[in-house]
């Protein structure tokens, strides 16, 4: 099975939304340039964290992403 981490990103996006604690989530921009891949949690009042994703599985970008923008924790 090919991966794919930017749609991965935008159905994450849209679940996340339907909750109170990020319902002012706009996306999350999956940036791939050469050897750097990171997920940019895009917010209504600006951009979040960066939150490196480079050799996850589409599994472990979920872990990830949940983790950065929960403080470190699952």
């Avoid at 109170?20 to 050897?35: M, N």
């Avoid at 951009?47 to 599985?57: A, F, L, T």
Wanted: a negative charge; glycine letters at 8%; one cysteine or more.
């Amino acid at each position: 099975m090919n991966e794919d981490k930017h749609m991965t990103c935008v159905a994450l996006s849209v679940v996340l939304r339907t909750t109170r604690q990020f319902d002012d989530l706009l996306y999350l921009d999956y940036i791939k340039d050469g050897e750097r891949e990171v997920v940019v949690p895009v917010f209504q009042n600006g951009h979040g964290n960066p939150i490196n994703v480079h050799m996850d599985s589409c599994w472990a970008l979920i872990k990830d992403v949940i983790r950065g923008l929960n403080g470190g924790e699952l």
